[in-house]
Nanobody, 115 residues
Framework: QVQLVESGGGLVQAGGSLRLSCAAS????????MGWYRQAPGKQRELVAS???????NYADCVKGRFTISRDNAKNTVDLQMNSLKPEDSAVYHC?????????WGQGTQVTVSS
């Protein structure tokens, strides 16, 4: 079991930046991948970015060049730096830990980008 707690969400104007952080209750070193997903009202949850245990990253096309995911195994955290935010980035952002056989989710943090 692991608990994931997100922080860093809020209200920002278009073009602004936010940094989300996900703190895990135990070591994340063994997880196959850590990721950030988002869900906007009326839409399905979608992958934003993920990072493997080896450090390989994957991004949704719509955030490439604007968002950066990073993980700190020593601090058991996964961060998402979001720059050049757009109104369409508004959503609840959830942290995910994938252990192949099981995955864990945080409760999410709201990001709202005003135009």
């Amino acid at each position: 079991q692991v608990q994931l707690v997100e922080s860093g969400g809020g209200l920002v104007q278009a073009g602004g930046s936010l940094r989300l952080s996900c703190a895990a209750s135990r070591s994340i070193f063994s997880f196959n991948a850590m990721g950030w997903y988002r869900q906007a009202p009326g839409k399905q949850r979608e992958l934003v970015a993920s990072i493997s245990s080896g450090g390989s990253t994957n991004y949704a096309d719509c955030v490439k060049g604007r968002f950066t995911i990073s993980r700190d195994n020593a601090k058991n955290t996964v961060d998402l730096q979001m720059n050049s935010l757009k109104p369409e980035d508004s959503a609840v952002y959830h942290c995910n830990a994938n252990d192949i056989a099981v995955e864990y989710w945080g409760q999410g943090t709201q990001v709202t980008v005003s135009s």
